[in-house]
């Protein structure tokens, strides 16, 4: 994690991260937490002066319904300690949060089997086997594992028996089916190659023999952890899977396994272009971005420079942390918005066509107010239901020390809420007195979901060795709305779950496009129900699916305001 210099001249002590609150505000956010059995959450990673890299970026999020009873269920990973890794102590867990109504939740995590009892970083969900039940990968530092769904409330970890325990330090990882076969695959970024027997120098270690950066690295002058620059990364992984539902590494085969060790943290599959052959997305840390389109014999084409994606518009690598997905300005293409360290701009990637990109973050409003900011998980949100995806972003910084010193930006740091306003651009919205949008935390992973079924996107962030925050959407007005739960078809070589697959609603001159994504936001997991703001329409006047089989199928809807259940072939079917 490291923050790269924009050229523009910074006034440390006039941005803030925190404390910034406007009476006039509405509240879109409540703060929930305290209201659920969440609160009794405690993340916890490494030492509090956080010593070394592998204590920071642990946190990811998933929101699906494990059970199958229509109500979104949340998983939230754990860190750990170098003395419970040692086996000294024991170790943080893991929790699943079994979603009752009604803004109840149950501790299910000893029933289910989900402790993880690992370094976890990140959780992506997808239905490897379709058998109809999500099945959860969980990226750890250390051994990953992969919790199959055994239908009645519990989870095994099949990891080792299926060929997917990768070792290392495995991060924010995405199922998709790229070659077409019906299975999903799995890939799997590396961040750094750590050895707890030779670990790198630490901020206590600046008061021994040496010169400045020889024996600790630095930030602004502070004694700070040190990496990823200067340290070894890993290459990222991808793993096929074969008929008996085995997965063989197939990375350097496709052309995706970073042979540049770049410090992989997030990544997605995606339909980036029209050929109806899923791409890859990968965001590094401190080194460019990775962006593979998919060319239909198995392999990849690594397109980062030409495509506009790898540097941005100043044409320098970034820290890239988290990354959303989404048609803000329903063009029926999808951009992409990535999160970056402090004192360095998010940066908005626009789909221009034929996947090429432009960075448009400065034009769409959302360059300058993000530079004090640390992001990390983020999300497109349609928080108000007009039928255009706005933005939300967790924000926290990585060394405590900031705090000490007057440099304009905070530890615990914010969210940011950002309004479309249906012209390309974006405006922050205000945080009102005692909102969720008014607290700060540490945050790390994000995700989004309707927890409550009221039509209302709401969010859970996992923050770093705190509890997690639960925000609440409660904006009003709010427009009319529509949901959407895609079931592919196996025989046809659609993956259960559908990812993959791309939904269109079509309401008077809009026409929104959503995509079933697995992985994504930072290290973690969006509730994979697609959800489209209405606005004013009462009625919608045409539903398209793009299955992943490549096939197109027009469903009639009567009614809005609603979930539906769509299987491919066979319209709405719940």
Request: one cysteine or more; aromatic letters at 10%; charged letters at 20%.
């Amino acid at each position: 994690m490291g923050g790269v210099s924009t050229g523009a001249a910074l006034n440390y002590t006039s941005r803030r991260t925190v404390g910034i609150v406007d009476p006039k505000a509405p509240m879109v956010f409540e703060d929930a937490t305290d209201k659920t059995a969440l609160a009794n959450f405690k993340h916890h990673a490494g030492s509090p002066a956080k010593e070394y890299i592998f204590e920071v970026p642990s946190g990811g999020v998933a929101i699906f319904d494990y059970d199958g009873d229509g109500l979104p269920d949340i998983y939230l990973l754990n860190g750990s300690t170098v003395p419970a890794l040692q086996g000294k102590e024991k170790p943080p867990r893991a929790a699943l949060y079994h979603n009752l109504g009604n803004w109840k939740f149950e501790d299910v995590t000893d029933k289910a089997g989900v402790a993880n009892e690992r370094w976890g970083m990140g959780v992506a969900v997808g239905d490897y086997d379709n058998d109809g039940r999500p099945d959860v990968f969980v990226s750890n530092f250390g051994v990953s594992r992969l919790y199959h769904n055994n239908g009645d409330g519990t989870f095994a970890d099949v990891a080792e028996k299926v060929g997917v325990a990768r070792k290392g330090w495995s991060t924010g990882a995405t199922w998709g089916d790229y070659d077409g076969d019906g299975r999903l695959d799995l890939f799997v970024p590396g961040y750094l190659d750590i050895d707890l027997n030779n670990l790198p120098p630490s901020p206590k270690d600046a008061n021994k023999p040496g010169g400045v950066g020889q024996n600790f690295c630095q930030f602004r002058g502070t004694p700070v952890m040190c990496g990823p620059r200067s340290l070894t990364g890993e290459s990222d992984t991808l793993y096929h899977q074969k008929p008996d539902g085995t997965f063989e590494d197939t990375s350097v085969k496709a052309g995706v396994n970073d042979p540049q060790k770049y410090y992989g943290f997030s990544a997605a599959f995606v339909h980036a272009n029209e050929d109806n052959l899923l791409d890859l997305i990968v965001v590094n840390d401190s080194t460019p971005k990775l962006f593979y389109i998919n060319k239909g014999d198995g392999t990849f084409e690594e397109v980062g420079y030409p495509s506009g994606v790898a540097l941005n518009e100043n044409g320098r690598e970034q820290a890239g942390m988290g990354i959303a997905i989404g048609d803000y300005d329903n063009s029926g293409r999808v951009s992409f918005h990535i999160t970056n360290f402090s004192d360095d701009s998010n940066v908005l990637y626009h789909n221009d066509g034929d996947a090429n990109f432009t960075d448009v973050t400065f034009l769409a409003g959302l360059g300058e107010i993000t530079l004090p900011f640390l992001g990390w998980g983020t999300s497109f949100i349609d928080f108000d239901n007009d039928g255009w995806l706005d933005l939300i972003v967790a924000n926290g910084h990585v060394y405590p020390t900031v705090d000490e010193h007057q440099w304009g930006t905070s530890y615990a740091q914010q969210a940011l809420l950002f309004r479309n306003l249906r012209n390309g651009k974006f405006e922050r919205v205000g945080a009102a007195p005692n909102s969720g949008l008014a607290a700060a935390w540490c945050g790390r992973g994000l995700a989004v979901a309707d927890l409550d079924g009221d039509g209302r996107l709401d969010a859970v962030i996992n923050n770093a060795d705190s509890k997690p925050t639960v925000l609440k959407n409660v904006a009003s007005p709010v427009g009319h709305w529509l949901a959407l739960r895609l079931v592919g078809d196996t025989a046809k070589k659609s993956p259960r779950d559908a990812i993959g697959a791309i939904a269109y609603v079509t309401t008077g001159k809009v026409r929104q496009r959503r995509d079933v994504i697995s992985g994504g936001s930072y290290a973690s997991q969006n509730d994979m129900t697609l959800h489209f703001g209405l606005g004013a329409a009462t009625t919608v006047d045409k539903v398209e699916i793009k299955w992943p089989d490549g096939s197109s199928e027009t469903v009639n809807i009567s009614g809005i305001d609603r979930k539906l259940t769509i299987t491919e072939g066979k319209g709405v079917t719940k």
